[in-house]
């Protein structure tokens, strides 16, 4: 069974399809779900209830200004799910980007794969290049998710985010540990740094504020949640 982590992709079939379709919504959201049927668009993984039992998938649909920006969360049976995926990697960001950052971002995916992290890019930026449609509006951040091994990687990635110089663009997102467990990268600067005693650390089935003291890395999180 595939495990789920923040951030994932889920590509459904014709059954699942039909299985949200047929509830009961209202227009918008009915107009939003045909439109996302049809170009066989993927859902992202969502906050995990545990009430809900090990065979159902909570999913979400973060809709662009066509459909008013709704947020629509949705329950489907692991089945009807055909596979589970990634969004788009860092990399293929840069041509929506303003000409004058670009150079900016090539230099940070560069240092990314410098120190072996992977980073996929989410939020508004991820869903229009995956949609094609309005989700970037003016201001939005560029949204990241890197995987990391350990505390020590994931300083290295939090100094290249900091070293990004993109003008007006602002840089938001996640490290991912091995286990799934998310920690926003500005805040575990903060930690390790020392200028905050305590860390939200999340996951699929819920967050936790950790007070470790900072210098001790992921396993720490883990042993203090």
Known sequence: MTPLHRHQLALLGEAGWRSIQDRDWDATARDCLAHWAAERLPLVVTRQVASAGEDAVAL?????????????????????????????????????????ARGAWRALCAGL??????????????????????????????????SVADAEQAD?????????????????????????????WREWQAWRSGQVKALLVKSLGGSALVRSPAGHGPATLLEAR
């Open 156 to 184: 290295a990635v939090t100094a290249c985010l900091q070293a990004f110089s993109g003008g007006s663009l602002r840089l938001d997102g996640e490290l991912m540990f091995a286990d799934g467990s998310a920690v926003a």
């Open 113 to 146: 794969k410098a120190v072996h992290a992977n980073a996929h890019v989410y939020g508004s930026y991820g869903w229009e290049l995956l949609s094609g449609l309005d989700h970037v509006r003016r201001g939005s951040d560029i949204d990241l998710w890197l």
């Open 60 to 100: 979400g649909l973060p809709a662009p200004g066509r459909w008013s920006r709704r947020r629509l969360a949705l329950s489907v049976a692991r089945s009807e799910v055909l596979y589970f995926d990634e969004f788009p990697s860092a990399e293929k960001v840069c041509s929506h980007l303003p000409m004058a």
